[in-house]
């Protein structure tokens, strides 16, 4: 397995991944316009970087992600907004490799910590990140309007 940061070639496949998502969440399994995908990662201004776990050809699983600032201080922080493996792929190590990766990415421009939420129903989720040593902070609230 490898990881590596999506490139704009990678778009067709970032959307089936996006569907996947939307399926896990109880939403309809279908993919955002590819056209949407590559104009939000690969346009003149990036919302986010998005590495894929890789095995040979087959793409096993993503994360995306973007700095966040201030965090404390003057520091910046590194948010993952989406960890996800597909189904197939589970128990494999592929979701640590990808923490792992974004994590280095954070050390690599200066990040002072990486951040992410969870939901509280996602029971894996919450194992998976207990059993990486990670502790929840009860201190945030996380909200969410409509723009």
Do not use: H
Request: charged share 25%; with cysteine.
């Amino acid at each position: 397995m490898r990881i590596t940061e999506a490139t704009e070639s990678d778009a067709d496949e970032i959307a089936a991944l996006l569907g996947e998502v939307e399926s896990y969440y109880g939403g309809p399994a279908t993919p955002p316009p590819v056209e949407q995908v590559r104009a939000a990662l690969f346009g003149p201004r990036p919302a986010a970087t998005v590495l894929l776990a890789r095995e040979g050809e087959q793409v096993l699983g993503m994360a995306s992600y973007t700095c966040l600032w201030p965090a404390a201080g003057a520091d910046v922080s590194l948010y993952m907004k989406e960890l996800f493996v597909r189904e197939a792929a589970r128990r494999r190590g592929v979701a640590d490799a990808l923490m792992n990766a974004v994590a280095e990415a954070g050390r690599a421009v200066g990040c002072s910590r990486l951040e992410w939420t969870a939901d509280t129903d996602n029971q894996a989720a919450l194992d998976f990140y207990a059993a990486r040593g990670n502790k929840r902070n009860e201190g945030k609230v996380f909200y969410r309007q409509p723009l």
